[in-house]
């Protein structure tokens, strides 16, 4: 099993940025991959994007290039979401969730693991 806890959510005006974490721990080795979604009330949960465990490569969707960026510390077992220019359509549960192979990871119910979210709340 693979324990994973988001921290870093708070409430934070429009144009300003936050950095969540999300710490793994457990069986860690067997994670491949690490993503980051988000859950609006009344909406779907969407990938926000994905960082591979070993390598560190990462894939952040078109629409949240240029705001969004993910890192990771190995030596921590910790994954970053640094997020820019926040707007209050940001404003959701962000969720990480970790994958033990390379499949669709960008689809939430492919992941294997996931943490208890954190609220981020944008004011205007």
């Known amino acids: 099993q693979v324990q994973l806890v988001e921290s870093g959510g708070r409430l934070v005006q429009a144009g300003g940025s936050l950095r969540l974490s999300c710490a793994a721990s457990?069986?860690?080795?067997?994670?491949?991959?690490m993503a980051w979604f988000r859950q609006a009330p009344g909406k779907e949960r969407e990938f926000v994007g994905a960082i591979s465990w070993s390598g560190g490569i990462t894939y952040i969707p078109d629409s949240m290039k240029g705001r969004f960026t993910i890192s990771r510390d190995a030596a921590k077992n910790t994954v970053y979401l640094q997020m820019n220019s926040l707007n209050p359509e940001d404003t959701a549960v962000y969720y990480c969730?970790?994958?033990?192979?390379?499949?669709?990871?960008?689809?939430?119910?492919?992941?294997?693991?996931w943490g208890q979210g954190t609220q981020v709340s944008v004011s205007s």
């Open positions: 457990g069986r860690t080795f067997s994670i491949y991959r």
């Open positions: 969730a970790a994958k033990r192979d390379s499949g669709r990871y960008w689809e939430p119910e492919n992941n294997d693991y």
